[in-house]
């Protein structure tokens, strides 16, 4: 089994930074992606940022609505992915979720999600 973990939420000014983090635990598949999602009241959740581990350099992939300001990141030694995020606005509010995907078994873990709140 695998743990997922979210920590670094919290609530910010807009135009200011939070950097979220992600560790994951237990029986670590050898190959994965990590990612972010969030979901907003009344929303469906969305794809934030995702990190995958290639053969010679990982790739990162981001959502349009992020893309520019946020950073995804990995420590491949932590099993671990960071979120920079950069200049944030009222709409990037809500509960953000990390999430790994074993790539051979598509395989899905989540974690509990972290709130995110930026408001004046």
């Known amino acids: 089994q695998v743990q997922v973990v979210e920590s670094g939420g919290g609530s910010v000014q807009p135009g200011g930074s939070l950097r979220l983090s992600c560790a994951a635990s237990g029986s670590i598949p050898i190959r994965y992606v990590m990612g972010w999602y969030r979901q907003a009241p009344g929303k469906e959740r969305e794809l934030v940022a995702t990190?995958?581990?290639?053969?010679?350099?990982?790739?990162?992939n981001y959502g349009d609505p992020v893309r520019g300001r946020f950073t995804i990141s990995r420590d491949n030694a932590k099993n671990t992915v960071y979120l920079q995020m950069n200049s944030l606005a009222p709409e990037d509010t809500g509960v953000y979720y990390c999430?790994?995907?074993?790539?051979?078994?598509?395989?899905?873990?989540w974690g509990q999600g972290t709130q995110v709140t930026v408001s004046s």
């Open positions: 999430k790994l995907r074993n790539l051979d078994t598509r395989d899905d873990y």
């Open positions: 990190n995958t581990l290639g053969a010679i350099q990982s790739r990162q």
